[in-house]
């Protein structure tokens, strides 16, 4: 509708007057979404000019901008949380140490003549030998009747001339303490011990068996006995290409597997747990249909007698046999079915029956049922760039809204209610159906509302976490193992730094120590037993 001539309105009747409102306000929306549409075009070259000026300034050998400090995380998970009930403060003291006493030293002290003795008066003093001792073993050699000629065998631990209290000593201060190779042979060459740098990395990378066996055994059991995980990846650069790692783990495991792809394939080959196998069941059918995979394909697998193919050359020559292969259609037969497989191998193997995948909506990791990480969705509304005062109102309001929202969530998971459930429900539909003027800001809560099933699954499940922190607390060990070290080089350090730091995390989560494993494995005498890590991984299991 236009204006009548003159722009005079008092020949309109009222249903023409709100007919030209409704025509106005719409094209104000259109103006406001190019407003908004320019704004960010403006930004993006306002970054394109100040980048073409710093390279100006590079080039001529200015001193560069000072750095911006990016913005603090949003806080939410810590601000929503309980406040913890004050109490006695814990005194320090030795009280613990004083059953682990290794000597006794009585200190003499010079008196007058004609003082009492009156006993003595005692203090606990924890101290740290380090010291090289170099060890002559001197192995009978006996030749029986026959001929045969039988050596003492030399104590366990010992590799290659090094004994197992030095490796544990390498081992620790590397993964744990995160010192790299060359300080660690300043280290020990100040203490007294003639090693290389070479050596050194020998002892790290090599030799592991044993490490790498538990470290699988875990995962296992920990896929096989976890109500929830949650999962994160990081980029790690192998063999001067870029890769990435995975974490896998709840709060009672953690394992960290690095290959050259982030795709979905590479996270259900590391969701296998080192089983090679291709299995088509229920789940695999399930797992191709939800993934669009034509009809046809799907019955052609489902028809053949052969379910279980024992590795990945058996499977594509299946593949090829049923001609998958030459079919150029999307989505892409081949790719689809090899992940439903996959997909099939974990659940044939007893992995994740009834576990949720707990993400930060990385879409590799949207397979069975996924929930999604609070912390990152109410992030999305924390990064926004609002313009104008009104659209940082809008942000500041709907963020409160999500932190209340969020901490209703929390209190629900501590006396879950089927009422409780539905009014949250309705109330998440309320807060993300809003529209408040900033398109931006609509947008991204329209988007966060088309997965209200992965953002309400504690609803259903309690149980769960409402965030991913922490995978994120176990995968900065690899991101500070990175910047500190790098990058890997052969394939025996990747496996040594995903094993050992996946063993030393879960080995935090079990309340054992780290130093203590690594003695018990390596066969240090003295060193007290401690069981099997999957063992405790499973007595730990919900009941």
């Not at 403060?89 to 007058?112: M, N, Q």
């Not at 030459?326 to 790719?335: D, I, R």
């Not at 003027?437 to 997965?451: I, K, S």
Request: net charge positive.
């Amino acid at each position: 509708m236009t204006l009548p001539p003159n722009d005079s309105l008092e020949g309109l009747s009222l249903a023409e007057l709100r007919g030209l409102v409704g025509t106005l306000l719409g094209e104000v929306r259109g103006l406001h979404g190019q407003v908004e549409s320019l704004q960010m075009e403006n930004q993006a070259l306002r970054a394109d000019n100040q980048s073409l000026k710093d390279e100006i300034k590079r080039l001529k050998d200015l001193p560069p901008r000072p750095p911006i400090k990016p913005s603090k995380p949003s806080g939410m998970e810590k601000a929503t949380g309980a406040k913890a009930a004050k109490g006695k403060r814990r005194r320090r003291g030795a009280k613990r140490d004083s059953a682990r006493v290794s000597r006794e030293v009585t200190v003499a002290v010079s008196s007058p003549a004609g003082s009492r003795f009156k006993g003595y008066e005692t203090i606990l003093v924890r101290d740290l030998v380090l010291s090289a001792e170099v060890v002559r073993y001197r192995r009978e050699r006996w030749v029986t009747p026959s001929g045969e000629t039988i050596v003492a065998p030399l104590p366990s631990g010992i590799v290659g001339g090094w004994g197992a209290n030095l490796r544990r000593f390498i081992l620790a201060c590397h993964f744990q303490g995160q010192v790299t190779t060359e300080r660690l042979t300043a280290l020990l060459t100040g203490i007294g011990v003639d090693i290389s740098k070479r050596q050194v990395v020998r002892l790290i990378s090599e030799g592991l068996e044993v490490f790498v066996a538990e470290d699988r055994d875990v995962l296992r059991t920990g896929l096989a006995t976890a109500r929830w995980i949650t999962v994160d990846d990081t980029s790690a650069r192998h063999a001067n290409q870029d890769g990435y790692t995975a974490q896998i783990g709840d709060d009672r495991f953690t394992a960290f597997r690095t290959g050259r792809s982030k795709s979905r394939g590479a996270f259900l080959v590391t969701l296998r747990a080192g089983h090679g196998d291709y299995v088509i069941n229920d789940e695999a059918l399930a797992y191709m249909r939800g993934r669009n995979l034509a009809g046809p394909v799907i019955d052609r697998l489902a028809a053949f007698p052969q379910k279980v193919f024992a590795d990945s050359a058996a499977w594509q020559a299946h593949l090829a046999a049923l001609g998958l292969d030459q079919l150029a259609v999307e989505p892409n037969p081949v790719k689809i079915a090899t992940e439903g497989a996959m997909w099939g191998a974990i659940r044939h193997h007893g992995f994740l029956a009834d576990a949720v995948i707990v993400s930060d909506d990385a879409g590799q990791f949207r397979i069975a049922d996924h929930a999604l990480c609070w912390v990152h969705a109410e992030r999305l509304v924390h990064k926004l760039v609002p313009m104008t005062p009104d659209q940082r109102q809008a942000v500041d309001v709907m963020r409160q809204l999500i932190w209340w929202f969020y901490h209703d969530l929390k209190s629900y998971q501590r006396s879950p209610c089927p009422r409780r459930a539905a009014a949250l429900r309705a109330r998440f539909d309320r807060l993300f159906k809003r529209r408040t003027g900033y398109v931006m800001l609509d947008r991204l809560l329209t988007r966060l509302h088309r997965r209200k099933h992965e953002l309400l699954r504690v609803l259903d499940r309690p149980e769960i976490p409402l965030h991913t922190n922490g995978s994120e607390n176990d995968i900065r060990a690899v991101v500070i193992k990175r910047k500190i070290s790098g990058g890997t080089v052969s394939d025996a350090g990747r496996d040594a730094r995903d094993v050992l730091l996946g063993l030393m995390k879960t080995c935090t989560k079990l309340g054992v120590s780290f130093f203590a494993y690594l003695g018990d494995r390596l066969g240090i005498p003295t060193q007290t037993a401690v069981l099997p890590l999957p063992d405790l991984v499973s007595q730990a299991a919900p009941a």
